[in-house]
């Protein structure tokens, strides 16, 4: 399968690698990335480090091994590697370095709490090509929560499924109303797209409040019907973030809660998906019982909802391409569509 290598992929949470002056043994974190394995870990200094997972000498996964002043070294035959990939020290025979101990070191970036990676150039990883996610940003009056999903299915797959919010209704009763809307509910939905950004709106005036929003309203008897927001929007090759809150109608937005989240999408391989996300929000934010309820309560939906769907249309799919299989359009496929057709110029574009 073809991937946009030249892109930042969400390699997981910045703290599951510790702090940068943390005093305990150095954490290792490997996962798979576009089909091939990483492994990522601190220096001293806390900066940290990607190299592919795997020894030049037999293969080995580097990620098994240990860190020996701030070089990785190898769990089968002590060969160490530095930050920058090149083999350090061979403890065999004379002790010489062969030419081809090297090891690809990738680009690595730390920011909105996570680490990411540069799979493709090293020469056109531009941190600033990294969409701006600072709405998810630990910051004051706001509480976050994060969780990792690996998804057996596409990456695209999980992309649709949140490009196209019409499907709340029938498979999240924790984030849509059970009471029907009234007659003078006022759906607006819309698609924009500057760039390489895909923007799908959803404003839905008078709407029933949903059990998320009822929960979270925290000063006064929440309403029956509520105007409320969800604007997704995808930057590729699959990161995501969503505007959503819920207040008075026709109010401003502060007289009731907002939830933004991101959605961070790294392809595993063609069929499997690591799903990072992250949720923060501005309504009882130092109360912890609340942080665990709103994590159980997105991160079910994801897990018990969202999670079995996208694995059941992709066992349905097997290994064809979406398009091959003529897929029936509604309305509401535009925002997943337009991103699909990005990507796939980007990568022909790259080829």
């Known amino acids: ?25 150095p954490r290792i ?22 190299l592919v ?17 701030d070089r990785v070294q190898c769990p089968y035959h002590g060969l160490e590697f530095n930050a920058q990939g090149a083999c350090a020290v061979n403890p065999h025979g004379d002790r010489s370095v062969p030419k081809a101990a090297q090891v690809r070191a990738l680009p690595v970036l730390e920011r909105h709490g996570a680490l990411w990676v540069w799979m493709g150039n090293p020469a056109a990883a531009d941190p600033a090509l990294l969409p701006d996610f600072s709405d998810i940003d630990a910051r004051p009056g706001w509480s976050r929560v994060q969780g ?5 299915g596409n990456y695209q797959l999980i992309s649709d499924n949140l490009l196209d919010l ?6 999240h009763p924790f984030l849509a109303s059970k009471v029907p809307p ?23 005036c008078n709407m029933p409040i949903s059990a998320l929003y009822q929960m979270l309203w925290e000063h006064g008897e929440p ?22 809150g819920a207040c008075v109608v026709d109010g401003p937005r502060d007289t009731g809660p907002s939830v933004p989240s991101a959605h961070w999408l790294t392809p595993e391989t063609e069929t499997s998906t690591h799903y990072f996300w992250v949720a923060t929000r501005d309504r009882y934010v130092e109360d912890a019982q609340m942080s665990e309820r709103v994590r159980n ?55």
């Open 1 to 25: 399968m073809a991937y946009l290598n030249d892109a930042w992929y969400c390699a997981g949470f910045a703290d599951e690698l510790g702090a940068a002056d943390a005093e305990a043994a």
């Open 29 to 50: 974190r490997s996962l798979t990335m576009l089909g091939q394995p990483v492994m990522l870990y601190r220096l001293a200094s806390g900066a940290p480090v990607a």
């Open 53 to 69: 997972d795997r020894c030049p000498h037999r293969f080995a996964p580097l990620s098994m091994g240990k860190i020996v002043e």
């Open 148 to 152: 990792h999903l690996h998804v057996q």
């Open 166 to 171: 019409s499907h709340v209704p029938f498979l």
């Open 182 to 204: 009234p007659a003078n509910f006022e759906p607006r939905i819309g698609l924009d797209q500057q760039g390489n950004t895909v923007t799908a709106t959803n404003l839905f």
């Open 223 to 244: 309403p029956a019907n509520v105007e409320m927001r969800a604007h997704m929007r995808w930057n590729p090759p699959a990161n995501l973030l969503l505007d959503t």
């Open 297 to 351: 309560g997105i991160g079910g939906a994801f897990r018990m909802e969202d999670e079995p769907m996208v694995e059941a249309v992709q066992r349905n799919m097997g290994n064809a391409d979406l398009w091959s299989l003529k897929p029936v359009l509604l309305a509401t496929d535009g925002p997943a569509v337009r991103a699909r057709r990005t990507l796939d110029g980007l990568i022909k574009a790259q080829a």
